[in-house]
């Protein structure tokens, strides 16, 4: 240690570790409760698949469990709650093909306790035979149970597995996990990709590897609560990002560093301005972000050139990766971006809107790239 042990340094110290050992047991916890919950709906499954008096309980069956359930002491397996699980197991059914060896053989179901008759084991035996499986089904599961029932609501298996993969690299929070849900970050980043790229999305999230991984169609700014007007500046704008600048990280994706503000340099005695400045880690170079309140024209991208040139040329080092330009505009034309920029420029324009996307809208846009993918194929 650089600095004394002293007695408050103990008090940290401990203090530290309490909070973070806090940390792991609810985490472990939460994994538990989901591990749980996926048991519960494979039972369930089996129960109405194989059930020898399931033909008893019919459409009461989830109603008949909920009651016998509570009134063990079992908390949080109201009919609501049960039907999640079973939409939980039937969504992750192909997990159970993973499971070394024979987790249950399930022959006979007698009402609603399970037994196993392959090698004469009894039910009060079976936590046992749970154990081993449960290490592998809590290394399976990344998040917690609330976040899954979010991602319940997720129909397309694509998407699901993307926005799972994405809570969990990032560790967003349920709330967060809503609202990149309800902004359609699945179909924008789709869209903003090449169509062959489409399908890695669902297998690996969100990978940043080179600048066109960065950007977002339209990039989606409802936090900043600004009205759709004319009325409102550039310089409103950016001041309602840096109010929210969290956020706008969030929604801007990986790795993002917020550097500065109108970031000044000097070319022939006059003075020119960057609205924003960003640092991306993961690819190691600076993203400079110019606001167009309307619609883009030749000259801004000819002045986002210009910006480039100078953080390549005065400001990066050499080992550092070549300046990133987006410039944010409300209005776009591609054959415009495409006319006046070379192939291999380090440019982009994206749109953003103050609101919402619709999420059907842009669905339909996917499955018909989706559709040309798969007659292709």
Request: aromatic share 10%.
């Amino acid at each position: 240690m650089n600095e004394p042990f002293n007695f408050e340094s103990l008090v940290s110290f401990c203090g530290q570790t309490h909070e973070a050992m806090q940390r792991q047991a609810a985490r472990s916890v939460n994994i538990s409760l989901v591990v749980r919950n996926w048991l519960f709906g494979w039972y369930m499954v089996e129960y109405q698949q194989n059930g020898a008096d399931r033909a008893e309980y019919g459409e009461r069956f989830i109603d008949a469990l909920s009651k016998k359930l509570n009134d063990s002491g079992i908390k949080g397996c109201s009919t609501t709650n049960l039907r999640h699980f079973r939409a939980f197991f039937q969504q992750y059914a192909e997990i159970r093909q993973t499971l070394s060896g024979e987790l249950f053989n399930m022959h006979v179901i007698n009402g609603l306790e399970i037994q196993q008759t392959v090698s004469g084991e009894s039910a009060s035996e079976m936590p046992s035979r749970i154990s081993p499986a449960f290490q592998e089904l809590t290394s399976t599961f990344k998040l917690s149970w609330s976040h899954y029932v979010v991602l319940l609501s997720i129909d397309n298996p694509a998407e699901r597995s993307f926005y799972e993969i994405e809570a969990a690299e990032n560790s967003w929070s349920v709330r967060e996990l809503e609202r990149q849900i309800g902004s359609s970050l699945y179909e924008r980043l789709a869209l903003s990709r090449d169509k062959n790229e489409i399908k890695r999305l669902a297998r690996e999230g969100q990978v940043v590897e080179t600048a066109a991984d960065l950007i977002k169609n339209p990039l989606v700014l409802e936090f900043l609560a600004l009205e759709e007007r004319a009325a409102y500046s550039e310089a409103e704008l950016e001041t309602a990002i840096i109010d929210q600048l969290e956020q706008f990280l969030l929604e801007l994706g990986k790795g993002f560093l917020f550097e500065a503000r109108q970031k000044r340099f000097t070319f022939d005695n006059d003075h020119y301005y960057v609205d924003l400045v960003f640092y991306n880690r993961l690819l190691r170079c600076y993203v400079l972000l110019d606001l167009k309140r309307d619609k883009l024209t030749h000259q801004d991208l000819g002045q986002m050139q210009m910006y480039v040139n100078h953080f390549d040329r005065h400001v990066k080092t050499a080992d550092e990766a070549p300046t990133i330009g987006i410039v944010l505009c409300h209005r776009k034309n591609d054959a415009l971006v495409e006319l006046t920029l070379p192939e291999d420029a380090n440019i982009y324009a994206s749109k953003y809107q103050l609101y919402l996307p619709s999420k059907e809208e842009l669905q339909q846009q996917l499955e018909s790239i989706t559709r040309q993918l798969e007659d292709e194929l």
